[in-house]
C-alpha cells in the first residue's frame, strides 16, 4: 500500500502479502560483459523468489551507460510507470547498484519502492544469518549500504536544541543548547557511524577468536580445505556428503550463509579439516565482502581450495569464472584447488563431463555420492603436493609415529622390515624435525638404533 506524508512516499506491505516486483536491469554496449543482460535478469528473478517476492515481469535497455539521473533512460522509467497501473507491482528491482539520487528518482516516476541487486541479496543474507557473528556481519553491510542512502527534507528534519523553560516564563531552551540544534538527518547519521563502528569491533573480537583457532590447527598440522563456489552449486550437500554435518541445504541461493568446519579422514587416513563456506555470486558487492571478512579469512588462511561447479548450468563456466574473480580480489586464486564438476546424476550422459578445463577436476554427485571416493583421494594427491617428500624407517617401538605420519602426512608406500616400518611419502614442513632421526637416504644403510646417516629430502 502506497501513502504520502510530508512529501515523502511510504511503502506498508501486509504481513501476509507478497510483495510484486518488476525486474530492470541496463545492458551495457560497450562493456565486455562476462554475463549476457538475459542471464542475469534470470539469476536476479531467482534472487528475488529467493527472498519472497513473486516476479510479474522483466525489461532490459541497452545503453552506453546507465543514466546517471534514473539508471534506465528517461522513457523506459516512464513505461515502467505505465506498467505499474497495469501489473499493480508495488517493488521494483534493479540489477546493479543504484546511486542514492537515482533510486530517488525512480520512485517518484514509478509510485513503487525501488530497491537494487545489492539491497536484495542483503535482504537474503539477512534471512540466512543465524549465529551472532553472521547477524553482525549482515547488520555491518546492511548499515554501511543505508548510510549514503539516508535522505530528509523540510523542516520536519530538524529540530531545535533544548525545549521550554517552562510554560510561564523563561527565554525558550535550556542554557547552552539554544540555536538551531540538530537535524534528525545528522543524528541519524550519527546513530549510524556509531554502530559500525560498534559492529566492527565485535567482529575484530570474532576474527581474532579464530585466529587462534586456525593457529591451533597450524599447531597440529591438520591440512584445511575451504570449500567455494557459486551459489547453489551445491557445496552445502556436498560438505554435509563429506562429513555428515547435517548442515542445510537447499534449492536456494544464499541457503547458508555460516561457516561450518568439519574434521574428516581420507581414504589414506589422513586427517583434514573441512570449512563450509559463504556461496559467490556475480556483482558481489564489494562492501559485502568486506563486512564478511571475518567468514572469508577461513578462504584465506586455507591450504587448498575445494571448489563445487554445477556442472548441469548452462552458465557453468561463467560462474566458475566469477568464483575466480572473487577469489582474486581475496588474494587466494593461486591456492592449490580440486574441482567438484557436481551433479552428474542429472545429466544424461555423466560419463562424457570434460574434466580438462577445471583444476583437478573430478565429476561428483553430491546428492548420491557418486565420485566421491575419487575426490577424496584427488584432495589427499593436492595436499601432499605442498608437503616434503620424505623417507623414514621409524623403528618398532615408535608406532606413534607411524600413526602421526597417516595422520598428518600422505603414505605412498609402507612395509615391514627387520629392523621397522618403512614409510615413503610426504610430510607437512611442521614435523619433518620430529621424523629427521629416522630419515634414510634413498639407498641408505638401516641399523636397529636408526639409520647410518640423515639423508636428504626426496
Known amino acids: ?106 520512485e517518484e516516476i514509478t509510485g513503487a519502492r525501488v530497491i537494487d541487486r545489492t539491497a536484495l541479496i542483503l535482504d537474503i543474507f539477512a534471512q540466512h544469518a543465524h549465529t551472532r557473528e553472521g547477524q553482525l556481519q549482515v547488520e555491518l553491510a546492511q548499515l554501511e549500504y543505508r548510510l549514503p542512502r539516508l535522505t530528509g527534507r523540510g523542516h520536519a528534519m530538524s529540530r531545535v536544541g533544548g525545549g521550554s523553560r517552562g510554560a510561564t516564563g523563561g527565554t525558550g531552551g535550556a542554557i547552552g543548547v539554544r540555536g538551531p540544534g540538530e537535524t534528525k538527518l545528522e543524528m541519524d547519521r550519527r546513530r549510524i557511524r556509531t554502530r559500525i563502528a560498534e559492529l566492527k569491533r565485535d567482529l575484530d573480537v570474532v576474527r581474532q577468536q579464530r585466529g587462534i583457532l586456525r593457529r591451533q590447527r597450524s599447531a597440529k598440522a591438520i591440512p584445511v580445505v575451504a570449500i567455494v563456489g557459486y551459489t547453489n552449486a551445491g557445496k552445502s550437500t556436498l560438505f554435509n556428503t563429506l562429513t555428515s554435518a547435517g548442515v542445510l541445504a537447499e534449492h536456494k541461493l544464499f541457503a547458508t550463509l555460516d561457516p561450518t568446519t568439519r574434521h574428516i579422514t581420507l581414504p589414506t587416513h589422513q586427517e583434514v579439516l573441512v570449512t563450509d563456506t559463504v556461496g559467490f555470486i556475480q556483482k558481489l558487492p564489494t562492501s559485502l565482502v568486506a563486512a564478511f571478512r571475518a567468514t572469508l579469512e577461513e578462504v584465506i588462511e586455507a591450504d587448498i581450495l575445494l571448489e563445487v561447479v554445477d556442472i548441469t548450468h548452462e552458465n557453468a563456466i561463467e560462474q566458475s569464472e566469477t568464483v575466480n574473480a572473487v577469489l582474486a580480489e581475496l588474494g587466494t586464486d593461486e591456492k592449490p584447488r580440486v574441482t567438484a564438476l557436481n551433479k552428474i546424476d542429472a545429466l544424461a550422459r555423466p560419463g562424457e563431463v570434460d574434466t580438462t578445463i577445471f583444476p583437478n577436476a573430478t565429476p561428483v554427485s553430491a546428492l548420491t555420492g557418486q565420485g566421491v571416493p575419487e575426490l577424496l583421494r584427488r584432495i589427499g594427491e593436492v595436499i ?75
Open 1 to 106: 500500500m502506497l501513502t504520502a506524508k510530508n512529501g515523502r512516499f511510504l511503502y506498508i506491505t501486509p504481513a501476509n502479502q507478497v510483495e510484486r516486483a518488476f525486474l530492470a536491469a541496463v545492458e551495457q554496449s560497450s562493456a565486455d560483459a562476462l554475463w549476457s543482460v538475459e542471464d542475469s535478469l534470470s539469476e536476479l528473478a531467482s534472487l528475488a523468489r529467493t527472498a519472497g517476492a513473486e516476479v510479474v515481469g522483466t525489461m532490459s535497455q541497452r545503453l552506453r551507460t546507465p543514466d546517471p539521473a534514473t539508471y534506465l533512460g528517461k522513457g523506459r522509467a516512464n513505461e515502467l510507470a505505465q506498467l505499474r497501473d497495469q501489473l499493480d507491482f508495488d517493488l521494483v528491482i534493479l540489477d546493479d547498484e543504484l546511486t542514492p539520487a537515482q533510486q530517488r528518482n525512480l
Open 384 to 458: 601432499a603436493e605442498g608437503m616434503s617428500p620424505v623417507r623414514v624407517l621409524v623403528p618398532f617401538e615408535r608406532g606413534d609415529l607411524v600413526a602421526i605420519f597417516h595422520q598428518r602426512g600422505h603414505v605412498v608406500v609402507e612395509r615391514q622390515e627387520p629392523e621397522g616400518t618403512r614409510i615413503e611419502g610426504a610430510l607437512p614442513p611442521a614435523l619433518l624435525s620430529m621424523f629427521a632421526p629416522f630419515r634414510v637416504p634413498r639407498r641408505g644403510r638401516i641399523t636397529a638404533s636408526g639409520p647410518t646417516s640423515v639423508g636428504p629430502v626426496m
